[in-house]
Each structure stands twice: as structure tokens, then as C-alpha cells.
């Protein structure tokens, strides 16, 4: 048995995964779960080898018993039968041997085979600390605590899914190495309560007190960190940094009393829990404005807005085309103009164009604004692929739709894009277009800036995805089958910086989109220049 976990070991640790950044896009990781099945099929038959294996040799052992009693009680008088003295040669020299053969036989072979066919599709290293990070971005988008996610109560779920105590210990892990005190926090106390609540684990109760007590030192707060390891030292002692962490807390504290001229604090009664410690800042000047319309608070929808939406038919000024079956449009927001087509997909162009996309997905890039380069960012959580005309006739119809929606040149623009979103998938704020301060991003494509953006969503999402403009207050929410469309410049060509927009993180389900950004180049009769910059 040992040689075989070292085997699956080796296997698991040793081959090289072929595919990265699985956890970007949940229709890639829904592969894995066929996967894990024909993995827990092979499993299956190996612990069926194993049983038959040791049933044979346990019936074996079971006759050997009996019999070696017999002999042992008078050898001579047994021996003195010949018939008894032949099958003991006979044992000796043929079945022991047999015996042996079948002792020697490995049915962990096949397995260890399988799973070294099937190790190259295998996540890695990146993928699991791609995925605890994301369902920490969910906890903080959506202000959900750790209890939420450990026990699963999350909005839309169809399935139960919990965190115990070794898996929450690994998310605290996860974000101590990243030196994310803050999330170390938050799960390691997770682990904490359900362990101090009866639950089983590999992972002890002081290995949690050591990264919790530091931790909690890292967020400033030295009189829980004291209180936290006396807990630590009093169930080990002879803990190797305990003490030495529990004098230097002690020493820090004393000093900032002295200098403040306070007394010693008693130690904290309250459990620490979402909202105990302020979340750091970050990058993102917006993040509060952001994350509060993912949750669909802050939306600036009020009745005086709501009056002046409406919807209507769109023939696309009498486009042959939809003369006979024009869209149907509904406005979402009157200034900066955002519109939603109903019906622009039916549900066999949507799943051929994800049947298209899914072979040829990869990790999503942004462009770096300093050298123009396309990159990978933590602030792009999803995987993509780009579409031609050639690929499919569906490809060529929907191109040709958005045309006569929108009265656009599509000459100029750039491929179909199609996006499905990861564990935790989203975009962060940003614009579609270049702005000024950029390395002019379009400059090899030579078809000007981006005009505008006509979003297909290919999909329905249980819980979070919204599209979300934080200038003004909006959110779009996911509708399969629609879309949506607005102007990124004015008609002067200078960009609406209204239009910085995000895809929130999807909470629950799989989040697939597609979209077509349209360049100024050939609109020069269908969208003439207005007057002024801001036209």
C-alpha cells in the first residue's frame, strides 16, 4: 500500500500540467468533472482488484491455519501418511510459490496509468490559488462572511457545497502567503470556530492559533494577537514561536500604553467576524462604488430617469432586413445612451457559438497602459476566443445582424470576441476605447478607436455578472439571448469617459458573452461629426 501512495504521489506531483489557468473559465473546468468520474471509475476497480486480491489470500491463510494446526500437533504421526507427506512437497515447492506470485501482483498498475493519462488535463498550483482567491474577491463583493461559504449559503445554489475545517485553514493559507492578513484572518477564525465546534481535521487546533495570532497582529491588533497565542502556548508549549511571539506582543503593547498613558486593555470578548477589521485599499479608486452596484445597492435609477425610457421597435431606419421583423429595444439608460436588443440570439446560434469557442479559449489579456502590450491581470478573471466569418455561417449572420441594428460599418471592426467566466470571473472597471495618455492601442489595426460595443449575453447568471457603470450609477443585468449596445466615443471622436464600465464577479453559475467592438473607421456617412466635442 505504501509503494502504491507513493506511486499516485509521484504522479500527481511529478507530471507536468498541460493545461493552466483551468479555474478562468468554468467550461473548461466542467471537463474536470468527467474527469474526476472515470478517475473514481478506475479507482473503483483497483479497490476491486485489491479485495479479490486479499480475499484469495486470506482463504489461503484460512486453510494454511487449519491444516498447520494438525500437522504441528504430531508432525511424525501426520507425515507417517504418505498422501500428507506428498501435499506437503507439493505446497512447499508449487502453491507457496503461487502464493507468492499473487502477493507480488500489483493491481495499482492500471490506476496509476489512468491517472497518468489524465494528469496532463489536471489543475495546478495556480488554479487552486486562482480559485481561494476568487471566492475571497465574492466574499468581498458581495459581503458574504466565511460561515456563508463554509456552510454554502450563497443565492441561487443548487447543490450544497461546504468548507471544513482543513479546507477553510487552506484558504487562510492561501492569502498569508500572499501576505493578506486581512482574508488569513477571516478563515483561519472560520477554522477556528468549527473545529472549537466538534468538527474533525487533519489540521490542529494550534497550527490555526499560530497563523491566526500573527495575523491578527498584521492587522494591528495586539491585545486579540496576546490573547490569541496565550491560547496557543497554554495547548503547546513547547511551540517553537509561541513564546518568543507572545513576550515580543507584550513588549509592543506595554510600550504603546506607556506612551499613550492608558491602562493594559482586557483581552477581547467579541469573535472576530466580517466588519472587525477594516478590508486594506487597493488599486481601484472606485472599488466601493463598484462593488456596491454588483450587490445592487447605490443604482441611480429614480422615477424622474425610469420616464424617460421606453421601448420600441427598431427597423434600423428600414433595413430590408427588419422591415418584416424589426428588434425589439428597450432603453436602460438615457445619458450616456445605453440600449438592450431582445431576441438578438436565438439558443441554437448561442450554443453553436460557444460550441465554436470552446476548443479555442484562452486566458483573457488586457492592454498595458504604459507599454501597449497585451497581458494577463488579476483584474480579468475569464478565458476567450475570436471568431471569423469563416468559421461558421452563424458567425456571418450575427455580424451581418449587428450591422443592420446599429447602421455601422462592421468592415472595420474586430472579430467576434466570446468570453466565458471563471470561478469568480469578472473585469474590472475600464474602457473599451484608448484614451489619449495611452500608446495609441489600435495604431496596427489602422480602423481608429473604438466607437462602440455591442455585448451579447449568451447566458443566464443565478447571482452576481452585472454589467456596471460606476460613473453613473447602472447596472445591466444578464439576460440570455439579449444585448446590449452603447457609444463609447461622441461624435467627435473624443472618448466618453462615462463610459468606464466593469463585469462584476459571478457569484453562482457560468457566465458566457460575446461582443463586437466597432472602430470609427467607415463611419464616417453613418455617424457624421457632431459640432461640438461632446456631440
Known amino acids: 500500500m505504501r509503494t502504491f501512495l507513493s506511486l499516485v504521489l509521484w504522479t500527481l506531483l511529478c507530471c507536468p500540467s498541460a493545461r493552466a489557468e483551468i479555474f478562468t473559465s468554468i467550461s473548461q473546468m466542467t471537463d474536470l468533472i468527467y474527469t474526476e468520474k472515470e478517475l473514481v471509475r478506475s479507482l473503483r476497480d483497483y479497490i476491486g482488484a485489491e479485495e479479490s486480491k486479499l480475499a484469495a489470500v486470506k482463504s489461503w491463510a484460512h486453510r494454511l491455519d487449519d491444516l498447520t494446526r494438525v500437522s504441528t500437533s504430531d508432525p511424525e504421526g501426520y507425515l507417517a501418511h504418505p498422501v500428507n507427506a506428498y501435499k506437503l512437497m507439493k505446497r512447499l515447492n508449487t502453491q507457496w510459490s503461487e502464493l507468492e506470485t499473487l502477493v507480488l501482483q500489483n493491481p495499482s498498475d492500471a490506476f496509476i496509468s489512468n491517472m497518468s493519462v489524465h494528469r496532463q488535463y489536471f489543475p495546478g498550483d495556480e488554479d487552486e490559488t486562482g480559485a481561494a482567491k476568487a471566492l475571497m474577491r465574492l466574499q468581498d463583493t ?25 479546507d477553510c485553514f487552506d484558504m487562510g493559507k492561501t492569502a498569508y502567503n500572499d501576505e493578506d492578513y486581512y482574508h488569513a484572518v477571516l478563515w483561519m477564525q472560520q477554522a477556528l470556530r468549527q473545529l472549537d465546534g466538534g468538527e474533525e481535521s487533519v489540521t490542529t487546533k494550534a497550527d490555526i492559533l499560530d497563523y491566526l495570532s500573527y495575523s491578527v497582529y498584521q492587522m494591528g491588533d495586539l491585545a486579540r494577537a496576546i490573547e490569541l497565542t496565550r491560547r496557543l502556548v497554554a495547548i503547546a508549549p513547547t511551540h517553537q514561536r509561541a513564546g518568543g511571539n507572545l513576550r515580543y506582543f507584550e513588549h509592543l503593547l506595554l510600550k504603546q500604553l506607556n506612551e499613550k498613558n492608558q491602562d493594559y ?20 479608486p472606485e472599488r ?3 462593488e456596491a452596484l454588483c450587490r445592487g445597492e447605490g443604482l441611480q435609477m429614480n422615477d424622474a430617469r425610469r ?25 436602460e439608460w438615457d445619458s450616456p445612451h445605453i440600449v438592450r ?24 489579456t488586457v492592454r498595458d497602459p504604459k507599454t501597449g502590450v497585451l497581458t ?64 495609441d492601442a489600435f495604431k496596427r489595426l489602422g480602423t481608429g478607436n473604438r466607437v462602440a460595443t455591442f455585448l451579447n449575453y449568451m ?10 457603470f460606476p460613473d453613473f450609477g447602472a447596472a445591466i443585468r444578464p439576460r440570455k439571448g439579449t444585448a446590449v449596445f452603447w457609444y463609447n466615443l461622441f461624435r467627435s471622436g473624443e472618448g466618453d469617459y462615462r463610459t468606464r464600465h466593469a463585469a462584476c464577479p459571478v457569484l453562482v453559475g457560468s457566465k458566457w458573452v460575446s461582443n463586437k467592438w466597432i472602430h470609427e473607421r467607415g463611419q464616417e456617412f453613418r455617424r457624421p461629426c457632431g459640432l461640438t466635442e461632446v456631440d
Open 288 to 290: 466601493e462604488t463598484y
Open 265 to 284: 486593555p482586557p483581552a477581547p470578548e467579541e469573535p472576530i467576524q466580517l466588519g472587525t477589521y477594516s478590508r486594506p485599499k487597493d488599486h481601484l
Open 376 to 439: 494577463t491581470a488579476n483584474y480579468r478573471v475569464s478565458k476567450s476566443a475570436w471568431l471569423e466569418e469563416e468559421d461558421d455561417q452563424v458567425i456571418a449572420r450575427v455580424n451581418q445582424r449587428i450591422e443592420d441594428i446599429t447602421g455601422l460599418e462592421l468592415d472595420t471592426a474586430e472579430l467576434l470576441q466570446v468570453a466565458n467566466y471563471g470561478v469568480g470571473g469578472q473585469y474590472e472597471p475600464h474602457y473599451d476605447f484608448s484614451r489619449k495618455d495611452e500608446p
Open 341 to 364: 436588443y431582445l431576441e438578438m440570439l436565438s439558443p441554437e446560434e448561442t450554443e453553436r457559438i460557444k460550441e465554436l469557442a470552446k476548443p479555442k479559449l484562452a486566458r483573457a
Open 459 to 468: 447566458s443566464d447568471v443565478e447571482a452576481g455578472g452585472a454589467t456596471v
Open 142 to 166: 458581495y459581503r458574504l462572511d466565511s460561515e456563508a461559504f463554509s456552510r454554502g449559503k450563497l443565492p441561487g445554489v443548487h447543490y450544497n457545497a461546504l468548507l471544513y475545517v482543513d
Open 307 to 331: 420616464s424617460r425610457l421606453f421601448c420600441r421597435y427598431h427597423d434600423g431606419r428600414r433595413n430590408p432586413r427588419l422591415l418584416l421583423k424589426p428588434m425589439k429595444e428597450e432603453d
